[in-house]
């Protein structure tokens, strides 16, 4: 594989993890998140600043980034995750432009349109990965890792709590689950994954800027979750295979890939609503009275 | 006896519609209470006030010797309140078996670290509660149903489900809304005997029902509402012959 092809497929992989991760929130504890892109920049953000002003390695950058989008998450989380439906979906929009915002103001820290260029590539020590290959298989290594954790959240205690929570928070709340907290948690977790993923993007391609991670990551997302099947565990890596190859296939028709791309999610909304894989996967017989 | 659950007083409005009057009455240990009365006539408020699902206006719950008055239906499941529906709400994506380990959320542990490390405690937790969740669903006669999504069931079995669910929180009081409503004569007949079953182990129930022949068959005493106030409350056989409640139940004065 060419270095072009590698780093389109390193790209896909970013927005894999980013993807799993809001799946845990979306598919399966049923919240709408409008406002992943913020956590995304919590992590590009804090690597770009940390090892590049302040000479931090790149892993503890990473860490720190993950901590403190957890942190954010955590302290948007408990005021609004009491809303449900549309305003949910108002108030993580808000979140989403308001982290846009931010990365243009403060412009002390972020150095607003401008942007902060000459991150260091990711390494250990002596280590330093250089090539775009390196970057593929740490990557999807990273994603099989994501995947394979958020299996293990579903199919646990606090999976189940989770989705029931989608199922019904009523019926939740009469079993003892603290719908609230456990919502918190999936936010604060989803956050993790979107952080230490805008971290990579950030080490990968040297330089970040505002529009790295504006509103149309989360229009991406959406697809991507939607088209993979949302709720399923390979569902958002499928996705996001297929979404961030996309423009790459349709590099001939580049005046009509905005217009190809809503094409795609119309006919699979219409047509497959549980993505790929749930055309794919053994079908419930009927769902009567739900 | 001393009374399990004890409601004094309870009032509560809807704007100018005063659903629930002072209401009182209590529950007492290993027994079955029926809540009935016409529809409208406050039955699922009372439920809603008492599992804490909506606050009282006026009047005080008590379970199990603690005021309880107003606490949210989380500490109510934790003291040992457990309620299901009138509308069932089961999660229906998820399969019957994880339904009523859901149930058991109460009794486990486990948050974050124990997901992605899955310890041997972790492991052996969920195969005890396994086992007792799938002792549960045989006893509801659904053990065959364990691995298909809840939403696929038939309409009673959706009902038994729920309580299997609820039975797994392992409550002092049970509160069933309608347990009856949709299920044919035979399924109606199996609930009474589980209902009955689960009273035998310790455990008391506090059961809506539109279904007289379930309640004069299975409930030690039974609450009779209308429009919002207690018309009444004795044995099966009084109640029957209540004229209050017969009132209440012809429709003599009220309007259509």
């Not at chain 1, 412009?107 to 390494?123: A, C, D, H, Q």
């Amino acid at each position: 594989m060419n270095d072009y092809i590698l780093t389109v497929l390193v790209l896909a992989g970013i927005y894999a993890i980013i993807a799993v991760g809001l799946n845990i929130f979306t598919g399966y504890t049923g919240q709408i998140s409008f406002g992943h892109n913020a956590f995304a920049a919590i992590g590009g953000y804090t690597s770009a600043i940390l090892t590049t002003d302040r000479g931090w390695p790149p892993l503890a950058a990473l860490f720190a980034g993950a901590l403190l989008a957890v942190v954010a998450a955590t302290l948007v989380g408990y005021p609004t995750l009491r809303l449900r439906g549309h305003y949910l979906a108002m108030a993580t929009l808000a979140l989403g432009l308001i982290s846009y915002v931010l990365s243009v103001q403060l412009e002390g820290l972020t150095r607003g349109f401008t942007g902060i260029s000459g991150i260091p590539p990711l390494g250990i020590g002596a280590l330093v990965m250089t090539t775009p290959r390196a970057y593929f298989v740490l990557v999807w290594l990273l994603v099989a890792a994501a995947a394979g954790s958020a299996w293990l959240i579903v199919h646990s205690r606090l999976g189940l709590s989770l989705r029931a929570i989608r199922g019904g928070e009523d019926a939740a709340r009469a079993l003892g689950i603290d719908v609230t907290r456990y919502k918190v948690q999936a936010l604060a977790i989803s956050a993790a994954y979107a952080s230490v993923a805008g971290s990579i993007f950030g080490h990968f391609v040297s330089y970040i800027s505002p529009e790295a991670f504006g509103l149309y990551m989360v229009v991406l997302l959406f697809t991507m979750l939607f088209v993979g099947g949302i709720g399923t565990t390979l569902g958002p890596v499928v996705g996001a295979l297929v979404i961030g190859s996309l423009p790459e296939v349709l590099s001939g028709f580049k005046d009509y890939r905005e217009l190809i791309y809503a094409a795609v999610l119309i006919v699979i909304l219409l047509f497959a609503p549980r993505g790929v894989l749930g055309l794919v996967a053994r079908r419930p017989a009927a769902r009567p009275g739900t | 006896m001393s009374a399990l659950l004890s409601v004094a007083s309870l009032t509560k409005s809807f704007g100018g519609l005063r659903a629930v009057r002072t209401v009182s009455f209590d529950v007492t240990a290993e027994s079955i209470t029926a809540l009935i009365g016409p529809n409208g006539a406050g039955k699922t408020t009372v439920f809603n006030l008492v599992s804490g699902f909506l606050r009282p206006d006026g009047g005080r719950v008590h379970f199990a010797g603690a005021n309880v008055t107003g606490r949210a239906p989380r500490e109510m499941a934790k003291l040992g309140l457990v309620r299901t529906f009138q509308r069932v709400q089961l999660f229906a994506d998820m399969t019957v078996l994880d339904n009523v380990l859901t149930g058991a959320h109460l009794h486990t542990r486990g948050g974050l670290p124990a997901a992605l490390f899955r310890p041997p405690a972790t492991r052996a937790e969920r195969a005890r509660v396994e086992t007792a969740a799938r002792r549960l669903l045989e006893r509801v006669g659904l053990g065959a149903r364990a691995s298909d999504p809840a939403g696929t069931l038939a309409f009673g079995q959706q009902r038994l489900l729920e309580i299997a669910r609820a039975l797994a929180a392992r409550p002092r009081l049970l509160l069933l809304d309608e347990p009856a409503a949709g299920l044919n004569p035979a399924e109606t007949q199996r609930l009474g005997a589980l209902i009955e079953s689960v009273r035998n182990e310790g455990l008391s129930v506090l059961f809506i029902e539109h279904d007289m022949n379930l309640v004069m068959t299975i409930a030690g005493r039974v609450v009779v509402l209308d429009f919002g106030e207690k018309i009444a409350e004795g044995a099966p056989d009084d109640i029957q012959r209540h004229p209050r409640v017969l009132e209440a139940y012809l429709g003599v004065e009220e309007p259509a």
